[in-house]
């Protein structure tokens, strides 16, 4: 008599915010459905998003689910249906999954609806300093990965979590880098990526004065990439040859720009950590005069220069590669609390908390 064959453990991913989230988790998703008995499915909300992952998948592991979701939103990776309204309309379809693993924590409602009893684990996306990154919502998860220790220490110091319910598992977007292309310009280039979050950004009060800077600088290109969910702001173009302004594409979430710039510009956005993969020079635009050193919502500031006027960005490009020695091993230690480091791939340590966490749940198929 031949054993019965194990029940399949179905699991879904749920691609329902802005693009750049999945990148975070897609390669959990990949290595899971390479596992026996388990299936993976992607539920989306957006054509354009589905269609990015569909292009991290040449294998066709992952099954595609469309979630329709009436919206006055143009179809694109940065412009997804309103989440809430995406949760409220699909909750029976997303609860058919014993498992659902998301990046964002408005699925956290959920639990909140008659019926849903699915178990929910947050992969935590990015991994920056800003106290945004840690809201009530984590605590609603039955499982929360994350990228290095600072997270979790700062997510149990918060009773967002816990010892037991909240793992170290990597950064897994490192996996999905593609090579560097080759060198349009013999002149360095220097990423400037505001963050999205009006109080904190340098963007919405001092955008056009810093890009008029970099239109006068000789010697350097400039990639001008806010973050793909500033809303409003400054709408500032450029015609100078020297500085391309970026304002949402692939490009801008893939890490195509941190992997070719020389220096990064920047306020509080967590790329700098994706940046500082490979140490390099920071330069940190304190033009609103924040008391910061004190402040962990700006922490990665001690790993670069602080400059306060635009008009200093260029003597802090000239003397960054000086400076650097001064601010590596920082940016090292840094780095190593936000994004664990580790010899065994992080998705392979995602993908292993979540089937772990599945069986001592007793979530079957």
Known sequence: MTDPKPPVLRIGFLAISQAHQFLHWLPAALRLAREPNVEVTVLGTSAAGLELVRSYDPDGLLKIRKLWVPSLRPDGLFSPPKRRLSLLLHFRKIGKYPVIVTTETTSSLLYRLPGFSSRLVHLKHGAGDREGGYNPKHKD?????????????????????????????????????????????????????????????????????????????KGWTFVVAPHVKVKGGPMVQSSSPNVLIDMGSVRSIDMTYTEEASVYIGDISSQVYEFLRRPRPCIFLNLDR???RDNENYAHWHLGQVIERAEDLAPALERAQALQPQFEAAQIAATARSIDQSPEPASERQARAILTYARSAGVGG
């Open 141 to 217: 998860f039955d499982l929360t990965l994350v990228n290095g220790p600072k997270d979790k220490e700062r997510l149990i110091a918060r009773g967002l979590a816990d010892e037991q319910n909240c793992l170290v598992v990597g950064y897994a977007k490192y996996e999905l880098v593609r090579p560097v292309r080759a060198a349009g310009s013999a002149l360095p280039m220097a990423l400037y990526n505001p963050h999205f979050d009006e109080q904190l950004s340098s963007w919405f009060r001092h955008g056009p004065e810093i890009v008029r800077a970099m239109e006068q600088i």
């Open 290 to 292: 924040v008391d910061w």
